[in-house]
């Protein structure tokens, strides 16, 4: 089912922020930490409803941002709330590393069966992407018996000590702590519009094998040898570092490399697993299967909850190697299985029919508007760089963009350098994908 609302267009009745929102903002300069990335519009939410936000002014905002890709299937989606009130009355807490309850099976079980992984698997719960990613770390270093990692530049894989050593798509998310905890070296990732090794644009990836050529040739034959390096962690599609999608032959090229030196291929679909991309994972876009995937964000529809799942007999550690007191919590689980019954029943193909039209859209103002170099991405998971004239990339016209658009009514966010990231609710219509197209649109207009 996908709620609907009567509300058709965004209201924006006051100044924004509004005055019940600047005390809000005004407390939190007080009493919460500065370190949170914000961006330069500021909302206070209230309440919402499918694709619908209200701030706390009574301002109605089309959210194309989903909480950060994490309300996959819309704010307060009624049979979401329904599974979770039914949870929170019979069992809200056991901790299922010292009990057992039926949840944590009915989850594996159902990962087991979605996760393109080859042959059975095994799920350790956690709460959140960065946990997801650590146990995937320790899981690999368990494993191999190796201690050497391979990152993307460009890449994020969360602010943990171990996930925050992978992690390269901003300056601000390292700067201040130094000497990383863990042993990574950081390779240029396949970005097709800037080619990190100046080989122009070619749109079929080919040239992008440029960096499976610098992991063999480079790195192995100098400071990584393959046999200390316990995995390779990649996103399918980078999330936080442009909306960038990596093409199906580098992938496959990576897997040959793991393969070869008995390396884990961890693929990290926190941001663009459940459904966003218009498959359930965007790792499937390309056929190629992972030894290790890491999940979070849109898998509990807001809920907070984490997923790391491998290979039943890569997942063979010792007891006690690993665990998390509220990992795998029965209430964030009923979300979850809830919210992967509402992603099959239809929400991963509105991600993909809807995401393909508001491509076409975006498409079009590329060529209405010469600062939008490049719009690309999969499903609902699509990404606008902005460009000065020279084809540098154009920062302050799309932080001008992003504001633009939140005092007419549009969240969208930022990531990369000057991309705007659409990363709606998977309900999101056509009817929305053109209200939001058009207030894009006055907003560039605007801003340009
Ligand atoms: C690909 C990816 N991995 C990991 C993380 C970290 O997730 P969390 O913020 O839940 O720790 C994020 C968050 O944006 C992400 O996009």
Known sequence: MIPTTDVKRPT?????????ARQVIAEDEKYVT?????????LVADHAEGVWMTDVDGNTFLDCNAGVAVCSTGHCHPEIVEAITRQAKTLIHMCGTDYYYRH???LGRKLNEICPIEGDTKTHFANSGAEAVETALKLAMY???????????????????????????KRAQRLGFMRQAIDVTHVPYSYCYRCPFNLGKCDDGTCCMGTVDWIENRLFKTTTPPEEVAGIVIEAVQGEGGYVPMPPEVLKAIREI??????????DEVQSGMGRTGKMFAIEHSG?????????KGIGSGLPIGATVAKSEIMSWHKGAHASTF??????????LKTIELLENGLVDNAREVGDYLKEGLRGLQEKYDCIGD????????????????????????DRIEVDCFNRGLIILGCGTSTIRWSPPLILTKENADVALEIFDESIAASI
């Open 12 to 20: 924006i009745n006051t100044e924004l922020p509004g005055p019940n």
């Open 327 to 336: 990992g795998g919590n029965p209430v964030c689980i009923a979300a979850a």
């Open 34 to 42: 500065p370190s949170y990335p914000r961006p330069d519009y500021k």
């Open 104 to 106: 944590m099976p009915d």
């Open 288 to 296: 190629v299967k992972p030894d290790i995937m890491c999940l979070a």
């Open 258 to 267: 793991c393969d070869r030196h008995g390396i884990m291929m961890i693929v």
């Open 375 to 398: 719009v690309r991405g999969l499903g609902m998971m699509l990404g606008v760089e902005f460009v000065n004239e020279d084809g540098s990339p154009a920062v302050e016209l799309r």
């Open 143 to 169: 494993h191999t018996k190796r201690q050497k990692f391979i990152s993307f530049f460009g890449s994020f894989h969360g602010r943990t000590l171990g996930a925050l050593s992978l992690t390269s798509s």
